[in-house]
C-alpha cells in the first residue's frame, strides 16, 4: 500500500503564488505518473498538471505558463509550483500516482481571493 500526504494549501491574493507537495511513502516499486488534479465547487476533477517518471510534463492549457510540476525521484515527492493565480485557480487540489495501480492524496484548498 502506498500514502500520499500533500502540503501547501492555502489562501492567496490574486497575483500571488504558492507551492504544494505530495509525498509518496509506504510499499514503493517504481512511481510511473505523479500529477495534480483540481476539482472546483460544482465542477468535475480536472487535470492540472502531470510529469513522468523521465521529466515529461503536461498541463492544462489554463494553467500553462503560470504553474510548474516537478518530481524528486529519490523521494518519492511531486511538486507544484503556482505562480500569477487566478480567483479561478480556486479549488481543493489533488495529487495523484500511477505505480503497480492508481493512488489519490486526501486533497489540498486553495483559495485565491480577488
Known sequence: QVQL????GGLVQ??????????????IFSINVMGWYRQAPGK??????QITSSGIANYADSVKGRFTIS???AKNTV??????????????Y????????LYWGQGTQVTVSS
Open 5 to 8: 500526504v500533500e502540503s501547501g
Open 14 to 27: 490574486a497575483g500571488g503564488s504558492l507551492g504544494l507537495s505530495c509525498a509518496a511513502s509506504g510499499n
Open 44 to 49: 468535475q476533477r480536472e487535470l492540472v498538471a
Open 71 to 73: 518530481r524528486d525521484n
Open 79 to 92: 511538486y507544484l509550483q503556482m505562480n500569477s493565480l487566478k480567483p479561478e485557480d480556486t479549488a481543493v
Open 94 to 101: 489533488y495529487c495523484r500516482i500511477i505505480e503497480r495501480r
